[in-house]
Antibody, heavy 124, light 107 residues
Framework: QVQLVESGGGVVQPGRSLRLSCAAS????????LHWVRQAPGKGLEWVAV????????WYADSVQGRFSISRDNSKNTLYLQMSSLRPEDTALYYC?????????????????WGQGTLVTVSS | DIQMTQSPSSLSASVGDRVTITCRAS??????LAWFQQKPGKAPKSLIY???SLQSGVPSKFSGSGSGTDFTLTISSLQPEDFATYYC?????????FGQGTKLQIK
């Protein structure tokens, strides 16, 4: 079955960096686009970024553009989110989610499976 | 950015009821609309895409409709496991945006 397992969260000071990972199993990882979505404590969902199946196309939310970078290693079945210049407002549970499109440089942006999330807390 | 507005923000209903949640987009999004269910402490679960298509494994008690700017999610014959928060999301254009959520509570 499809599994997405996030890791790498923790407590970090404002201005510092952190890298999140999402390990995938149960499907052919290299065929699918992938997203990061976050949820601040007690708040709603906010889309963060998406990467195409081959890593060639990426899109970001304005709130993270220039600070966060999404990438993937298809040989390791792992998605990443490199976060820099972190701010207190980046504090959230970060989910990875699979895009349901296959082999397309332009994701459908339809989420079908979600991980359980990893918590990032930005605080001094 | 496209703003998504859900109503109501919270809703109380009884087991066996049928409920409808509304989602309105600030501009036309064709049928590029998805619905998610989230229970406390859990990840969201995808329910519906393309406004009315059920994700695999989602029971037919969930149904969606709409196009353009106005959409609805209807849940029939509510069961205890259906009480959760529901979110709509547009994927017509970047940035992808979600509604603020509708919390469905037991009356």
């Amino acid at each position: 079955q499809v599994q997405l397992v996030e890791s790498g969260g923790g407590v970090v000071q404002p201005g510092r960096s952190l890298r999140l990972s999402c390990a995938a199993s149960g499907f052919t990882f290299s065929n699918y686009g992938l997203h990061w979505v976050r949820q601040a404590p007690g708040k709603g969902l906010e889309w963060v970024a998406v990467i195409s199946y081959d890593g060639n196309n990426k899109w970001y939310a304005d709130s993270v553009q220039g600070r966060f970078s999404i990438s993937r290693d298809n040989s390791k079945n792992t998605l990443y989110l490199q976060m820099s210049s972190l701010r207190p407002e980046d504090t959230a549970l970060y989910y990875c989610a699979r895009d349901d499109s296959v082999w397309t440089g332009y994701p459908s942006n339809i989420f079908d499976y979600w991980g359980q999330g990893t918590l990032v807390t930005v605080s001094s | 950015d496209i703003q998504m507005t859900q109503s109501p923000s919270s809703l109380s209903a009884s087991v066996g009821d049928r409920v409808t949640i509304t989602c309105r987009a600030s501009q036309g999004i064709s049928n590029s609309l998805a619905w998610f269910q989230q229970k406390p402490g859990k990840a969201p679960k995808s329910l519906i895409y393309a406004a009315s298509s059920l994700q695999s494994g989602v029971p037919s008690k969930f149904s969606g409709s709409g196009s353009g700017t106005d959409f609805t999610l209807t849940i029939s014959s509510l069961q205890p496991e259906d009480f959760a928060t529901y979110y709509c999301q547009q994927y017509n254009s970047y940035p992808l945006t979600f509604g603020q959520g509708t919390k469905l509570q037991i009356k």
